[in-house]
């Protein structure tokens, strides 16, 4: 393939990308029990920027309705899957290995630890943004913790640094449990549908702060896209070519550590999102990081945009938890991607 059909390539799915995005959105922002047509989604929002297009919603509660829950939702899964899908593909970069996935540094479930003990705690304060703070921090904390305990000698190997996670994931899971056992019986129930994911919650508020986090870490995760493609050579080369090792990799973790914990403290654990994009557009676009994290960016929204719309309509009326859709089709594709990477004796697909 030459540069030029490769660059074709790339604009073309960089193109359908951000075609499914607006799509599903307009699909999504029409679908509901308040009947609403794609010119009265395009009329709305004219007349919120003071054009006239002539066609607001029918409905009484139409326009209501599209702004404080339809878009707001629209809008938090958009960024919600971007920052999942920019995270898998930084993480799979900084791990060399396309099986990585954001969970393994322990930022997932330091968050359902930090959220489970708001639930059971907090009687009165166990609020929504209490929920998700306590979420926030819990993901940043046990991801520190676990970058801590695998730093040994100045130096972090990734083996190591996957096996403290393993380990500590396997810590927060039983301090998950102690929480769902001590729990009230609706203590127990927020602590089981929030492991299991959900945009039903979102409001604007929500929107405005995940947001500018994601903006910041898509944007990091960009410029430091050059050295991601040199430690893809080799720890060895990387450090022979000027690049930091060590630094790159602390700097990685953070980036996905707060994409990943802002994103997750307002919806609940969504699992697979960050593993099979990233891998995914990597089969289509290249490996070059600077094209793969902002294709990884735009897929992870059409995936969390499209589960969120299977799990509003798989079953008639009623809002089904958004981290088992993605748990049902990501599973078997993991199984498909190990079948893969089998074949191809451990590289990149």
Request: net charge positive; charged share 10%.
């Amino acid at each position: 393939m030459t540069a030029g059909d490769s660059r074709t390539r790339v604009s073309a799915v960089f193109g359908v990308l951000v075609l499914l995005v607006v799509v599903l959105a307009m699909i999504s922002a029409c679908t509901g029990q308040v009947p609403t047509t794609p010119l009265e989604v395009l009329g709305s929002i004219a007349h919120r920027l003071g054009l006239n297009f002539g066609h607001m919603p029918a409905h009484p509660s139409g326009d209501v309705t599209l702004w404080q829950v339809r878009f707001p939702r629209i809008a938090l899964g958009a960024v919600v899957g971007a920052s999942l899908g920019c995270a898998g593909a930084l993480l799979q970069g900084v791990f060399a290995n396309p099986l990585a996935e954001p969970g393994v540094i322990g930022v997932s479930s330091g968050a359902a630890v930090g959220a489970s003990s708001v639930f059971v705690l907090g009687g009165a304060f166990a609020g929504v943004w209490s929920v998700a703070t306590a979420a926030f921090l819990g993901g940043l904390i046990t991801t520190v913790l676990v970058y801590l305990l695998a730093r040994g000698g100045g130096r972090t190997e990734v083996v190591t640094l996957i096996l403290t996670g393993v380990a500590i994931n396997a810590f927060a899971g039983g301090l998950i449990a102690f929480f769902t056992f001590v729990a009230s019986p609706a203590a127990r129930d927020q602590i089981v549908f929030w492991q299991l994911g959900s945009l039903a919650g979102a409001t604007w508020q929500a929107v405005y702060v995940v947001t500018p986090l994601a903006v910041v870490g898509i944007t990091a995760s960009i410029a430091i896209a050059r050295r991601l493609d040199l430690l893809a050579l080799g720890e060895n080369v990387a450090r022979h070519l000027g690049v930091d090792v060590e630094r790159l990799r602390q700097f990685a973790i953070v980036i996905v550590a707060v994409l990943v914990a802002s994103g997750v403290a307002f919806t609940g654990i969504v699992l697979f999102v960050g593993l099979i994009v990233p891998h995914l557009m990597r089969m289509l676009v290249g490996p070059a990081h600077r094209v793969l994290i902002p294709a990884s960016a735009l897929g992870g929204a059409v995936v969390l945009l499209g589960s969120d719309l299977i799990a509003r309509n798989l079953v008639p009326n009623v809002d089904m938890p958004l981290g088992m859709i993605t748990s049902l089709v990501g599973a078997p594709f993991f199984f498909w991607m190990l079948r893969r990477t089998r074949a191809r004796q451990g590289g990149w697909a």
